[in-house]
């Protein structure tokens, strides 16, 4: 057994067991309420610069498969769990979780207090953190800590470098990728349709070319205001084409419509948050990851109307755009990992499309006949 050590920036610190690679790293420290998922959460891009910490206390036990990726290359930079299991027991297992994080470089420390810890985050809130092996001061790695400056250009990092094509008969969807999930795609070529997956800094002018139905903005990780570019292809965009938005999706189409966003003070992450309706009333179970939200108070001086909230803080989770067939969530519909309470939103997104077709072909009959 290899003893390691993880020290927060607030002087927290925690000795455990290591496993996965033996590198050092550093990054932002958060927390997932997920009780299963832990491989669609590792894979997620959404945690690129982050060191996850799982409250779940058993996390290895059905091993890793390919099928359950949500990326290529994991951009997570630590998992921290209170139990690692070492001897999965799953017919579907390829490998062990340790196997794979050695795999693919990234640290991962096992027996600690991981109640303690997550209280320690959500009384100060996210931090930086180290994990090193035990060669190193407590004093030594809080010097690391307040010398290093966290990145923020994390979309840039696991955005596709250029377009490909998924090939579908249905509607041509256009997939901004900030960071996407697998999932996402999954769920639009589920439905046949045609999609395009381009660059976070593709322009407007370069997407009208593509002719799209509609254009879809996925998940990505850090500060929404990060992307500015994306911003301003948003801002072109919106009056011309149905979008729906997702996660950073989400927030960016809030800041293109003249909204504001904040860093929350420990974010949502998990696959068991409740989301309320407005319009109807009802609550959802969702998977969550995100540090940043839409400020509520922001939306009066926009056309955009509050349609959900979080259960557990009143945070903003859903909007729509009053003239524009425009709408966002804050969480994953794709549910990767997750229930699939609201996997409909999908299908709303190509009923938003067919409508908005109608509406053309309707005025430019109607141009005609004027004509």
Do not use: W
């Amino acid at each position: 057994m290899t003893l390691k050590q993880l020290v927060l920036e607030d002087g927290s610190y925690f000795i455990g067991e290591g496993f996965g690679s033996d590198t050092e790293s550093i990054g932002e420290i958060v927390f997932n309420t997920g009780m299963t998922g832990y491989q669609e959460i590792i894979s997620d891009p959404s945690y690129c610069g982050q060191i996850v910490t799982f409250t779940y206390p058993l996390v290895g036990n059905y091993g890793i498969n390919r099928d359950d990726f949500e990326s290529v290359d994991p951009a997570i930079l630590g998992v921290v769990v209170k139990e690692h299991c070492d001897t999965p027991s799953n017919f579907r297992s390829e490998e062990t979780l340790d196997q794979f994080l050695e795999a693919k470089n990234i640290p991962g420390i096992a027996g600690i207090d991981t109640r303690k810890l997550t209280k320690i985050i959500r009384r100060h809130g996210t931090m930086k953190a180290m994990i090193t092996s035990m060669d190193r001061s407590v004093s030594e790695v809080l010097e690391i800590l307040d010398q290093t400056t966290l990145p923020q250009d994390q979309v840039s990092q696991v955005s596709t470098i250029k377009p490909y094509v998924v090939p579908g008969r249905g509607c041509r969807i256009v997939l901004m990728d900030f960071g996407m999930k697998h999932g996402i795609l999954r769920e639009l070529t589920k439905r046949d349709c045609h999609v395009t997956v381009v660059p976070y800094n593709t322009t407007a002018q370069e997407i009208e070319r593509l002719k799209p139905d509609g254009i879809m903005l996925t998940n990505g990780p850090g500060d929404p205001k990060n992307v500015p570019e994306a911003i301003e292809t948003i801002k072109e965009l919106i009056s011309q084409i149905p979008i729906f938005g997702i996660c950073l999706g989400h927030q960016l189409i809030a800041l293109a419509s003249g909204a504001d966003t904040a860093k929350m003070k420990f974010g949502h992450r998990g696959s068991n948050q409740p989301v309320k309706d407005l319009k109807n009333g009802k609550t959802y179970i969702t998977s969550q990851n995100h540090g940043y939200s839409v400020s509520r108070e922001s939306l009066e001086a926009t056309e955009l109307e509050l349609t959900q909230i979080s259960l557990n803080d009143e945070s903003v989770e859903g909007l729509a755009h009053r003239v524009h067939p425009v709408f966002t969530v804050q969480y994953h519909p794709e549910s990767s990992p997750g229930p699939e309470d609201t996997e409909n939103l999908f299908d709303e997104f190509l009923e938003n499309i067919q409508a908005d077709k109608k509406q053309q072909k309707e005025e430019a009959t109607c141009l005609n006949v004027q004509i």
